[in-house]
T-cell receptor, first 115, second 115 residues
Framework: DQQVKQNSPSLSVQEGRISILNCDYTNSMFDYFLWYKKYPAEGPTFLISISSIKDKNEDGRFTVFLNKSAKHLSLHIVPSQPGDSAVYFCAAMERWNFGNEKLTFGTGTRLTIIP | NAGVTQTPKFQVLKTGQSMTLQCAQDMNHEYMSWYRQDPGMGLRLIHYSVGAGITDQGEVPNGYNVSRSTTEDFPLRLLSAAPSQTSVYFC??????????????FGSGTRLTVV
């Protein structure tokens, strides 16, 4: 049962254009959503997050949009740069009781920026 | 400031052997966790800990043990290695209750092959 889904395994975008990565989820108990970036042979690096009470969060070239009614979020990268080529993971956090939390990851989207 | 350090980076085990994957962090983070990454599966939570002396199971705990005797260290033990445990293992940490806003800090991973 995949609670966090990234349906596009790969995406190619021209340098300077907008990259849009999509993510869908099924669990209504998620209260934070995060995006991670991963280069080969390295651990994931946190990019940006959004609380479930917001619909947009922006940090420089990166903006995350959340549509709770559709259980959908997206990451926009503008403008796309060659260094953005990596695998991007969408993740969702569920918290319960006092201190228990679980981060569920999607399967990732490989973004390639074409110079 | 080393962050999250995982050792070894690579390991080959024979079926039935046991071993311990080491994880240490120097950021005084209370929350630590172990994930495995498999092709097409994203990252899946194995075990987590909200502080020294406290551990709990994640999504895929079978075949793995953990303990948390200090804040800094969170070793993952494979009791009797099986080929299905061939994977890349990531350790992550964060300050208690901040993972949603600031994400987890991940180590660079341990690539384990069981033959």
């Amino acid at each position: 049962d995949q609670q966090v889904k990234q349906n596009s395994p790969s995406l190619s975008v021209q340098e300077g254009r907008i990259s849009i990565l999509n993510c869908d989820y099924t669990n209504s108990m998620f209260d934070y959503f995060l995006w991670y970036k991963k280069y080969p042979a390295e651990g994931p690096t946190f990019l940006i997050s959004i609380s479930s009470i917001k619909d947009k969060n922006e940090d420089g070239r990166f903006t995350v949009f959340l549509n709770k009614s559709a259980k959908h979020l997206s990451l926009h990268i503008v403008p796309s740069q060659p260094g953005d080529s990596a695998v991007y993971f969408c993740a969702a956090m569920e918290r319960w009781n006092f201190g228990n939390e679980k981060l569920t990851f999607g399967t990732g989207t490989r973004l390639t920026i074409i110079p | 400031n080393a962050g999250v350090t995982q050792t070894p980076k690579f390991q080959v085990l024979k079926t039935g052997q046991s071993m311990t994957l080491q994880c240490a962090q120097d950021m005084n983070h209370e929350y630590m966790s172990w994930y495995r990454q498999d092709p097409g599966m994203g990252l899946r939570l194995i075990h987590y800990s909200v502080g020294a002396g406290i551990t709990d199971q994640g999504e895929v705990p079978n075949g793995y043990n953990v303990s948390r005797s200090t804040t800094e260290d969170f070793p993952l033990r494979l009791l009797s290695a099986a080929p299905s445990q061939t994977s890349v293992y990531f350790c992550a940490s964060s300050y208690y209750g901040t993972g949603g806003n600031y994400g987890y800090t991940f180590g660079s991973g341990t690539r384990l092959t069981v033959v």
